[in-house]
Nanobody, 124 residues
Framework: QVQLVESGGGLVQPGGSLTLSCAYS????????IGWFRQAPGKERELTSC?????NYADSVKGRFTISTDNAKNTVYLQMNTLKPEDTAVYYC????????????????????WGQGTQVTVSS
């Protein structure tokens, strides 16, 4: 019953902004942790941000990306500002049944439920 659907990806100029949305169903958000991950060609999947009992950002996106939730809309957002070409990747949202999943090193293996991803391309 758990479903995550990403949207909002696309092509953006370097320095631009983009907001990704993760619409969720089948979960009570307060009982889950939600992470935004990305995977670029030839690279491993990595965390960008995570929210649960704690909030965590990768050093590469701190100050540029913001994760937020809107319970009324059943949506988790990733606001991405000052985008760089190295931000180009497929972005995934994922849910963990452990609210503590955002603490410490956040491995994709902690997250059982995944969306299908949305492509973000940062290029001039």
């Amino acid at each position: 019953q758990v479903q995550l659907v990403e949207s909002g990806g696309g092509l953006v100029q370097p320095g631009g902004s983009l907001t990704l949305s993760c619409a969720y169903s089948g979960i009570t958000l307060r009982n889950f942790a939600i992470g935004w991950f990305r995977q670029a060609p030839g690279k491993e999947r990595e965390l960008t941000s995570c929210i649960g009992w704690s909030t965590n950002y990768a050093d590469s996106v701190k100050g540029r990306f913001t994760i937020s939730t809107d319970n009324a809309k059943n949506t988790v957002y990733l606001q991405m500002n000052t985008l760089k070409p190295e931000d180009t990747a497929v972005y995934y949202c994922a849910a963990s049944t452990r609210q503590s999943s955002c603490s410490g090193f956040v491995s994709p293996n902690r997250f059982a439920y995944w969306g299908q991803g949305t492509q973000v391309t940062v290029s001039s």
